[in-house]
């Protein structure tokens, strides 16, 4: 379960005070995924940030009570220096799981090749995102986080592997998803939910969503 009670966060951009939750309260059961429609520039990586741990709310409690992936795309954890097989041998320390493992695990799934022995710092921002869900889908959580405006892939033969993997992974995990698309949605979610000044109005439905969300585009 993650659980926000009266969660309140803000930034200042240099002329306003820009507002991603006011006093907000809600929460994500296990089994129950879910979906959020914010139009760009509104919060969304915010939200997926304080629900993974990695950013504090200005006000309220934010309660993780399930094992929380970080968010797909996130390269917080790794270091930049080191190849995909020393960072992904440290991660699985740190998860305390066989090392050995899910290095095989990532390099299977990347696909890197040659590069999986070289530091990220030269990898692009596809390879780093291939990386990164590989990590991600080597580890076993509750609830997965995926903000749609991380780094994507467009090696083919790697979304088809993920992709299915991910579905494998879904039908025992739950997944909470951000997105400016209701389409983006469709796959994944059971419920939906639209942030809109501050707040997350939560529906039982993605239609029921999408009619908020629609009227305030």
């Not at 950013?55 to 993780?64: H, L, M």
């Not at 796959?187 to 629609?214: H, I, P």
């Amino acid at each position: 379960m993650i659980e926000f009670e009266n969660v309140s966060k803000s930034f200042w951009t240099g002329k306003k005070r820009k507002v991603i939750l006011d006093r907000a309260s809600f929460r994500v059961e296990l089994g129950n995924s879910l979906g959020i429609l914010a139009a760009n520039g509104t919060g969304k990586t915010t939200i997926i940030n304080m629900m993974a741990g990695l950013e504090k709310p200005d006000e309220g409690r934010v309660t993780r009570t399930s094992r929380i992936s970080f968010p797909l795309g996130f390269m917080g954890g790794v270091v930049s220096k080191h190849t995909a097989t020393e960072n992904a041998r440290f991660i699985a320390r740190l998860y305390g799981l066989d090392p050995d493992y899910v290095e095989s695990f990532c390099r299977w799934l990347c696909g890197l090749e040659e590069y999986f022995d070289m530091p990220l710092a030269i990898y692009s921002a596809g390879m780093k995102a291939r990386f990164s869900f590989s990590l991600m889908l080597a580890l076993e959580f509750d609830i997965y986080l995926i903000d749609e405006g991380m780094p994507a892939t467009t090696d083919v033969e790697f979304n088809r592997k993920a992709g299915s993997l991910l579905r494998d992974r879904m039908k025992d995990a739950t997944v909470v998803i951000v997105s400016h698309q209701a389409k983006t949605l469709e796959k994944f979610c059971s419920s939906a939910a639209v942030l809109k000044n501050g707040q997350l109005y939560m529906f039982e439905t993605l239609e029921e969503a999408k009619q908020l969300y629609d009227y305030q585009s």
